[in-house]
């Protein structure tokens, strides 16, 4: 009877903190978006030619458009900066300058 409490127990926590993990990710992934920059447009990561004033998926490829902010303090010919969500690279890849 005790084990069978502990159990309940126990994967009571373990799926209560999987749910808060994942509600703190989500609510991470809302809040990266600058609150003092204006949107320019929308963009294809792998698609830069593709470009949409609203968010959406690449008619090329489905990937999700990435906000194009605009820039205030920018002097050179491009007004506009991408944010760009690139997976960080592995402690060790790539350290002798090859590339994949």
């Known amino acids: 009877m005790k084990i069978k409490i502990i159990l309940t127990v126990t994967l009571a926590v373990v799926l209560g903190g999987g ?34 004033d609203k968010p959406g998926d690449c008619s090329i490829c489905g990937m999700h458009l990435v906000p194009v902010y605009a820039s205030n303090t920018s002097t050179n010919a491009s007004s506009a900066s991408v944010e760009s969500k690139a997976p960080a690279m592995m402690p060790g890849c790539c350290s002798s300058g090859m590339s994949h």
Request: proline share 9%.
């Open 19 to 52: 749910l808060m993990w994942i509600a703190t990710k989500h609510a991470m992934a809302a809040d990266t978006a600058p609150a003092s920059q204006k949107i320019a447009y929308y963009t294809c990561p792998m698609h830069p030619s593709v470009k949409a």
